[in-house]
């Protein structure tokens, strides 16, 4: 199976249409604008549609008019339906087909970075197992679980907290898990350029596991 490195909201687009999402409403707002960009390309050249809304209200506007003409809709959210940070735990799916169930309940590897996010998660811990990993800053506490805790100080490495995402990438390469260190460079090359590609090369370079 060939591997390819993408962004998060990328692989939520692509996911999205492999699993016959063909209707998509949002509008471009960070951090969620490549979710919309990636949709917009994927879904025309398979007849399905992406449309751009004004505002949240104005998208979900076209979802409902979309399940009123006959598509199939789901919708998995802790929060208000949004994709923003905070209040952003949101998954909306249409689809033509019977749906079935579309979430991950057993994840092999967990990025515990957020206090807040572990504790709303907090019954997902008790399904892993011995070969799920977590990746756990120093400040944040986890319920008991079988998974292995990989400890990591980003705070004594003098990493910032918004640049933590990418630097439990790191953690997870240098451990040659689910990528490694090429395929983080590679993606990183192609992502970014002159300052700001040696800016985050520098972080790579700087993380270190404890």
Request: aromatic share 6%; charged share 20%.
């Amino acid at each position: 199976m060939a591997f390819c490195l993408m962004e998060g909201n990328e692989a939520i687009a692509w996911g999205a249409v492999a699993s016959e999402c063909r209707f998509f409403a949002g509008y471009p707002i960070t951090p969620a604008t490549t979710i919309f960009n990636t949709l917009l390309k994927l879904l025309p050249p398979l007849g399905g549609i992406c449309l751009q809304g004004q505002d949240e209200i104005a998208s979900i506007g076209y979802c409902l008019g979309a399940s009123m003409a006959g598509l199939n809709v789901t919708q998995k959210n802790e929060y208000d339906i949004t994709v923003l940070r905070g209040a952003c735990i949101s998954e909306v799916v249409l689809s033509p087909e019977e749906i079935g169930y579309t979430g991950i309940t057993t994840p092999d590897i967990v990025l515990a970075l957020s206090q807040e996010g572990v504790d709303r998660q907090k019954h997902l811990f008790d399904q892993l197992d011995k070969n799920a990993r977590i990746i756990r800053t120093e400040d944040i506490n986890l319920p008991l679980c079988n998974a292995r805790v990989i400890e990591t100080d980003f705070k004594a490495q003098k990493i910032k907290s918004n640049d933590r995402a990418l630097a439990a990438l790191c953690v997870l390469a240098e451990l040659d898990t689910v990528i490694c260190p090429d395929m983080l460079e590679y993606a990183l090359a192609s992502r970014f350029r002159d300052n700001l590609l040696a800016s985050v090369l520098d972080l790579v370079e700087q993380v270190k596991i404890d």
